[in-house]
């Protein structure tokens, strides 16, 4: 290794020990030795190890574990960065955004991994306090005329085995995309649908009730598993077309613990009226997804409707803005 080579390798592990304290988004995406972000090749030693392509060929062994190098790059890495290139999200919001869906995802198991451990020794006590028993998370399946309480952990299995004709698995190219629904349903009283997603369990709920005799109310939202706080962490686009009028929506989804009269009465849900005959076919699109910039906005109260003909009821995503 040449002098210059010797300075380098010396000041990288240097700076390698003050590497604790920088971001997850810095120790993936950057290089160890300039601590650039990744642009181009990124080539690895035989244990793993990143670096970039400009400071590869001034390194004979790797600055974090001494593995030799064999002129491999590593693909998975590149992939990644490109498909977030792709998408126009930085790194450190792809890395909070995952972060934040796994500590949501796991919440739940851990809270009842924790209760369960209080259940099995009930009655210990702790200074003059008895502990009492906790029971594990449970939540309420909301499918149509299904109101079963269970564990948050059985709901998945009940909706498979119980409504199993209005269960969806959503698939999304990663993620952190999209994941894509689309139904043709007709104006009855109540429809409802469960979408699963990698990143939870979330329904899709649409009631039509009579205005008067010509007029009908549509109101639509999507509702997840996961508490009212956490709520904000996940995103819905709703677009519904009934006859002439097209209907557009986009908020972060209720909590489970938000009720119907509470979610019409602050308007927080797609809701329009229309002119149609009850069982008029109704056309209901969207997708839910994680949230970027949750923290930033308030919960949205309006619907945005417009006519359109027969031959141009085709989706019109105009949540560029918000999502």
């Given at each position: 290794m040449d002098s210059s080579a010797q300075d380098l390798f010396c000041g990288v592990l240097v700076a390698y020990e003050n590497r604790a304290s920088s971001s997850l988004a810095d120790r993936v995406f950057c290089c160890p030795v300039c601590y650039e972000k990744y642009t181009s090749n990124i080539m690895m030693c035989q244990k793993g190890h990143a670096v970039c392509q400009k400071c590869y060929p001034h390194l004979e062994q790797c600055p974090l574990c001494c593995a030799r190098y064999l002129g491999t790059r590593n693909f998975i890495l590149e992939e990644i960065i490109s498909e977030l290139n792709r998408l126009n999200t930085c790194p450190e919001d792809a890395v909070k955004y995952i972060l934040d869906a796994a500590t949501l995802r796991d919440s739940a198991a851990a809270a009842s991994s924790s209760q369960a451990a209080k259940v099995s020794s009930p009655g210990v006590r702790q200074g003059n306090n008895t502990q009492a028993a906790v029971r594990e998370e449970k939540t309420v399946c909301r499918m149509q005329y299904c109101r079963i309480a269970l564990l948050a952990k059985d709901l998945r299995g009940h909706l498979i085995e119980k409504h199993k004709e209005n269960v969806f698995q959503l698939r999304a190219s990663s993620y952190l995309s999209k994941s894509y629904f689309n139904f043709d349903l007709?104006?009855?009283?109540?429809?409802?649908?469960?979408?699963?997603?990698?990143?939870?369990?979330?329904?899709?709920?649409?009631?039509?009730?009579?205005?008067?005799?010509?007029?009908?109310?549509?109101?639509?939202?999507?509702?997840?598993t996961c508490t009212n706080n956490e709520a904000p962490l996940f995103y819905s686009w709703l677009q519904v077309n009934v006859r002439h009028i097209k209907a557009t929506y986009h908020d972060y989804v209720h909590g489970s613990r938000s009720t119907v009269s509470q979610i019409e009465e602050k308007n927080e849900c797609l809701n329009f009226a229309v002119r149609a005959e009850p069982y008029s076919s109704l056309k209901i699109q969207g997708y839910v997804c994680l949230n970027k910039n949750y923290s930033e906005r308030p919960r949205r109260t309006e619907t945005e409707t417009e006519y359109c003909s027969n031959d141009n009821v085709s989706s019109s995503s105009t949540d560029d803005g918000y999502y």
């Open positions: 007709t104006c009855t009283g109540g429809n409802r649908r469960a979408l699963l997603t990698e990143f939870g369990i979330f329904f899709l709920i649409i009631r039509v009730e009579k205005l008067n005799p010509k007029d009908l109310i549509v109101t639509a939202w999507v509702q997840g």
